[in-house]
């Protein structure tokens, strides 16, 4: 397997984010500055490492501590501004000819948006209109509680606000996202809905879980799927996406080194063994999300490192094409059918 000719499609990538964050997404890694350095995601560092898809997230936080991407717990009108003028970095892109959303068009990327966080709608019926401006997939929410759903952090399940955008993500063929929802709440989406679900950038519990008890009644490890929960992704056709960093796949969720390739391909092959295929699973690096470059597998330093995965899958018996579902056709399949619907 030739990196340097694979093609990446990358289920979770926080770009717009890093924008507002201060990063300049348009400079190489050295000159980017912002956030989590050393960085490993710039646009330009997409394009060299062959990145040429992904789902470029809307990411924002109830009461963070960071005024460019988060807002008051529960007030929709301030999540609706910190949301829209991360639509507005994508749309920026679009014009200056770094990126394309959805089918149409021909960049150097193309991306199609996933809202991580459902706050930054104030209701399902603005739907159409973040449709319209090129989202494809939602997760009701980040890991702590939204107006529509409780995330990993929590106990919650979904609210009535969140059932609500469960039917009317159906109607318009929207994605959903499993990623960052409680146990609870997966399987509240899980029961309401038949169609297609993914996971952007979850790993897998069974990997991950050492035993360990918070005693407050969340599981530690709820951030990562059960293997029943892998098992139904692949069984609706859906796509686990591997998340990168290095504590999401060290058992214990260890903090004190990096992960081996290894390691992430434990993942990988778990939930090909769950899915009984190699069709649903592929790549959801998460990259610079919260965390730097220092922060991923050895020698995965940026995009460009992500050809060690191809090599590692292909000691491990992966045939050529096996090898490209993994790097991109398994989520272009799902993003080409998601579109396909919403014709």
Same mark, same amino acid.
């Given at each position: 397997?030739?990196?340097?000719?694979?093609?990446?499609?990358?289920?979770?990538?926080?770009?717009?984010?890093?924008?507002?964050?201060?990063?300049?997404?348009?400079?190489?890694?050295?000159?980017?500055?912002?956030?989590?350095?050393?960085?490993?995601?710039?646009?330009?560092?997409?394009?060299?490492?062959?990145?040429?898809?992904?789902?470029?997230?809307?990411?924002?936080?109830?009461?963070?501590?960071?005024?460019?991407?988060?807002?008051?717990?529960?007030?929709?009108?301030?999540?609706?501004?910190?949301?829209?003028?991360?639509?507005?970095?994508?749309?920026?892109?679009?014009?200056?000819?770094?990126?394309?959303?959805?089918?149409?068009?021909?960049?150097?990327?193309?991306?199609?948006?996933?809202?991580?966080?459902?706050?930054?709608?104030?209701?399902?019926?603005?739907?159409?209109?973040?449709?319209? /401006?090129?989202?494809?997939?939602?997760?009701?929410?980040?890991?702590?509680?939204?107006?529509?759903?409780?995330?990993?952090?929590?106990?919650?399940?979904?609210?009535?606000?969140?059932?609500?955008?469960?039917?009317?993500?159906?109607?318009?063929?929207?994605?959903?996202?499993?990623?960052?929802?409680?146990?609870?709440?997966?399987?509240?989406?899980?029961?309401?809905?038949?169609?297609?679900?993914?996971?952007?950038?979850?790993?897998?519990?069974?990997?991950?879980?050492?035993?360990?008890?918070?005693?407050?009644?969340?599981?530690?490890?709820?951030?990562?799927?059960?293997?029943?929960?892998?098992?139904?992704?692949?069984?609706?056709?859906?796509?686990?996406?591997?998340?990168?960093?290095?504590?999401?796949?060290?058992?214990?969720?260890?903090?004190?080194?990096?992960?081996?390739?290894?390691?992430?391909?434990?993942?990988?092959?778990?939930?090909?063994?769950?899915?009984?295929?190699?069709?649903?699973?592929?790549?959801?690096?998460?990259?610079?999300?919260?965390?730097?470059?220092?922060?991923?597998?050895?020698?995965?330093?940026?995009?460009?490192?992500?050809?060690?995965?191809?090599?590692?899958?292909?000691?491990?018996?992966?045939?050529?094409?096996?090898?490209?579902?993994?790097?991109?056709?398994?989520?272009?399949?799902?993003?080409?059918?998601?579109?396909?619907? /919403?014709?």
């Amino acid at each position: 397997m030739n990196q340097r000719t694979t093609d990446w499609f990358d289920a979770h990538l926080d770009l717009a984010y890093l924008a507002v964050m201060g990063r300049n997404m348009e400079a190489g890694l050295a000159a980017a500055g912002g956030p989590d350095l050393p960085a490993a995601v710039t646009l330009p560092s997409l394009r060299a490492g062959n990145v040429r898809y992904c789902l470029a997230t809307v990411f924002t936080e109830p009461d963070g501590t960071d005024a460019a991407c988060s807002y008051p717990a529960g007030d929709a009108e301030a999540a609706a501004a910190v949301g829209r003028r991360q639509l507005e970095v994508y749309e920026a892109w679009v014009k200056a000819g770094w990126m394309v959303l959805g089918a149409g068009g021909e960049a150097p990327l193309r991306a199609w948006i996933l809202v991580e966080g459902a706050d930054v709608l104030r209701g399902p019926e603005e739907l159409p209109e973040w449709v319209g /401006r090129g989202v494809a997939a939602i997760g009701l929410t980040w890991a702590k509680p939204s107006r529509y759903a409780g995330g990993n952090m929590t106990d919650m399940g979904l609210t009535d606000l969140g059932r609500g955008m469960v039917g009317a993500m159906d109607a318009l063929g929207i994605l959903h996202d499993l990623s960052h929802l409680s146990d609870r709440a997966s399987d509240e989406l899980l029961s309401l809905t038949d169609r297609r679900v993914v996971a952007s950038h979850s790993n897998c519990r069974n990997l991950i879980d050492d035993g360990s008890a918070r005693g407050d009644g969340v599981p530690p490890f709820q951030r990562h799927l059960r293997d029943e929960v892998i098992r139904e992704i692949g069984r609706r056709g859906g796509v686990v996406g591997i998340n990168l960093f290095s504590m999401f796949l060290i058992r214990g969720g260890a903090r004190d080194r990096r992960a081996t390739v290894e390691e992430a391909v434990a993942h990988i092959e778990r939930v090909c063994e769950l899915t009984g295929s190699r069709r649903h699973v592929g790549l959801g690096s998460d990259m610079d999300g919260g965390f730097s470059a220092s922060k991923l597998p050895q020698g995965i330093d940026e995009p460009a490192g992500l050809g060690l995965l191809a090599e590692a899958l292909q000691r491990g018996g992966w045939s050529g094409a096996e090898i490209e579902g993994f790097a991109s056709e398994n989520w272009l399949r799902v993003m080409r059918e998601a579109d396909a619907g /919403r014709a």
